[in-house]
């Protein structure tokens, strides 16, 4: 069962050069192929929309590095505008 502000690992769809997205969901609804979420995506940027039956539930050390690294540049930028 999920819920709001739930962080969840899933697919990305097209496969992008980060293969998974990481996110709090943001909006719960229901489709065709199963009951689904819209996220912001905290790896690639944006929102994305993933379905429930995909989340990852362990995550690998590979797709926690994508996230170390997504967050680093992140704060490097806002360092950057500080100065």
């Known amino acids: 069962m999920i819920q709001l502000k739930q962080t969840v690992w899933v697919p990305c769809?097209?496969?992008s050069q980060n293969q998974v997205g990481?996110?709090?969901i943001t909006k719960i609804f229901e489709t065709d192929e199963?009951?689904?979420?819209e996220f912001y995506d905290e790896i690639n940027?944006?929102?994305?929309?993933?379905?429930?039956?995909?989340?990852?539930e362990?995550?690998?050390g590979r797709?926690?590095?994508q996230y170390a690294r997504a967050k680093?540049?992140?704060?490097?930028v806002f360092k950057d505008k500080k100065k």
């Open 13 to 15: 769809y097209p496969v």
């Open 63 to 65: 797709m926690m590095g």
């Open 34 to 37: 199963g009951q689904a979420f």
């Open 72 to 76: 680093n540049e992140l704060d490097q």
């Open 45 to 56: 940027g944006g929102i994305r929309i993933g379905l429930t039956k995909d989340i990852i």
């Open 58 to 60: 362990k995550p690998t």
């Open 22 to 24: 990481f996110g709090a």
